[in-house]
């Protein structure tokens, strides 16, 4: 990251209500799923997006998988098109299902999620991130996840896009396991801490012991009738600096209001300001 713009990016899912449909995943097929409509009709196309983004001043995109309607070559090859053109870098392509960690479903899991990383390479992604697992994070499920992991990093050697994985789900809920899961994959696999997955009195602590290893972050700002919680957001945003955080931040909005570019805006000037500090 060379300036404070290039670290600056927005995820599909800070613009779910805009974009409307999803697309939501059935993990026994690669098709993409029947359009769900429960964020409504929608304003904008993902084919769209990159345009809008760049109007708005964002150069930077996650793009969650069901946003996508057709992993066909030809939508694929229109979408990458669209980003080149909008002078858009797809940072990462978020998989947004799957838990390698199952006992009985990660190897089936696994096996789907190497599909999606197919798509992350058609698309030019930067990144793709992988559930690292959704289980409960004893040894043996961990090491499981370690195992997916690397046969994933195997599938994927000589590719552009790079693999991460989020403090996410109760595998990953304090960094112990974050921890242990990198330390044994070697390198293979990134990180993208994200700093609204984890709550309670040590909450920075932890964002901050993880930050030091973070490849990209996930910076969700929580909302209080409209205003961001500057306490929170700037506790948060201290934590990945301190830690050494040299990335991109990610802005993440999830709210009713102030409305998703609003909100966005909101949470960049903020950003913005931090790092300018």
């Known amino acids: 990251m060379t300036t404070i713009a290039d670290r600056i990016a927005v995820s ?3 613009l779910h209500r805009i974009l409307g449909s999803i697309y939501p995943h059935d993990l026994t097929t690669n098709a993409i799923g029947p359009e769900d409509q429960r964020y409504g009709d929608g304003e904008e196309s993902l084919l769209g997006l990159p345009s809008v983004l760049a109007n708005h001043g964002y150069h930077r995109l996650e793009l969650v998988s069901f946003h996508l309607r057709s992993r066909d070559s030809v939508y694929l090859g229109e979408l990458r098109d669209q980003l080149k053109v909008s002078g858009v870098t797809l940072q990462t392509l978020l998989i947004d299902a799957g838990d390698i960690s199952h006992p009985e479903h990660g190897a089936r899991d696994t096996k789907w999620i190497a599909g999606w990383l197919e798509v992350a390479n058609e698309l030019g992604a930067e990144n793709a991130r992988v559930i690292a ?3 409960k994070p004893t040894r043996d499920a961990l090491d499981r996840s370690v195992k997916a992991l690397t046969t994933l990093a195997d599938g994927n050697v000589g590719s552009k896009v ?8 109760d595998l990953l809920a304090e960094p112990a396991h974050v921890h242990y899961l990198l330390d044994k994959l070697d390198g293979r696999v990134g990180l993208l801490a994200d700093m609204g997955n984890w709550t309670g009195p040590e909450k920075y602590a932890d964002l901050q012991s ?4 973070a490849e990209l972050c996930h910076a969700k700002a929580s909302f209080i009738d409209g205003d961001l919680d500057e306490a929170d957001y700037g506790l ?3 934590a990945a600096e301190e830690a050494g955080y040299k990335g991109p931040y990610t802005l993440i909005f999830d709210s009713e209001v ?3 570019w609003h909100g966005l805006a909101a949470e960049r000037d903020f950003v913005t300001t931090r790092l300018e500090a």
Do not use: D, H, Y
């Open 12 to 14: 599909t899912w800070s």
């Open 133 to 135: 697992g959704k289980q």
């Open 210 to 213: 993880i930050f030091g290893r």
């Open 236 to 238: 948060c945003i201290a």
């Open 162 to 169: 790079r693999l991460v994985t989020e403090n996410w789900f």
């Open 258 to 260: 102030p409305g998703e």
